[in-house]
């Protein structure tokens, strides 16, 4: 069984490109976390997202981030106009269901890199 | 989701069994106490988790107080691939948005 996989594992950009961010939850999830890990810092919640739709995002910054889960594909985290605050270790996780006692199972992590 | 407090840092010798402490004075009755790990550059894995009864898997024990104000993860027999930060968070509400704080860093020590 395949786990969460995110990609790419390392990803750099100049200031002003996009960079997208993409998470593949474990089969059979329909829940995805996103989070962010800034150095020395711990994991922030970003966005919660089932399929296609975004039930949380109250983590997410207001401006150049958006966040889909499209009934195709991979999830996305995609940051418009990157800056070099945005530099950090993006998480994602994925859970089958909507629970509390459901644990989460994370993926790598892609770390983002701004030049 | 209630706050907890962990100490910043704590080291075990290999092979002895190792006690993280966690402070959740403010914790709810219907709020889990999870415990994640993360090793170095790779992301977080779940332990344990409880609610209010003393849980043992493959992977450790987690001691909850009756009074549900604190809890200990207990890793039997520590081996250097233990070496991470350790997590405690409690959750409620259905879904995990939860930020996780610094943790615990255990070094275990040959």
């Known amino acids: 069984n395949a786990g969460v996989m995110q990609n790419p594992r390392h990803l750099v950009r100049r200031r002003g490109q996009e960079a997208r961010l993409r998470c593949s939850p474990m089969?059979?999830?329909?829940?995805v976390y996103w989070y962010r890990q800034l150095p020395e810092e711990g994991l922030k919640f970003m966005v919660y997202?089932?399929?296609?739709?975004?039930?949380?995002e109250s983590g997410m910054p207001k401006e150049r981030f958006s966040a889909e889960f499209p009934k195709e594909g991979p999830s996305i985290l995609r940051i418009q106009q990157v800056v070099r605050g945005d530099s950090a270790a993006y998480f994602c996780?994925?859970?089958?269901?909507?629970?509390?006692?459901?644990?989460?199972?994370f993926g790598s992590g892609t770390q983002l890199s701004v030049l | 989701d209630a706050k907890t407090t962990q100490p910043t840092s704590m080291d075990c010798a290999e092979g002895r069994a190792a006690n993280l402490p966690c402070n959740h004075s403010?914790?709810?009755?219907?709020?889990?106490v999870y415990w994640y790990r993360q090793i170095h550059s790779q992301g977080p894995q779940y332990i344990i988790h409880?609610?209010?009864n003393n849980e043992t898997n493959e992977m450790a024990s987690l001691i909850i107080t009756e009074d549900r104000k604190s809890s200990t993860l207990i890793l039997p027999h520590a081996t250097l691939r233990d070496t991470a930060v350790y997590y405690c968070?409690?959750?409620?509400?259905?879904?995990?948005?939860?930020?996780f704080g610094i943790g615990t860093k255990l070094q275990v020590i040959p």
């Open positions: 409880g609610l209010k």
């Open positions: 996780a994925s859970s089958h269901r909507y629970a509390t006692n459901e644990k989460l199972f």
């Open positions: 403010t914790i709810s009755g219907n709020e889990y």
């Open positions: 997202l089932q399929k296609e739709n975004i039930i949380d």
């Open positions: 089969k059979g999830h329909s829940h």
């Open positions: 968070i409690v959750l409620s509400g259905g879904y995990q948005k939860v930020t």
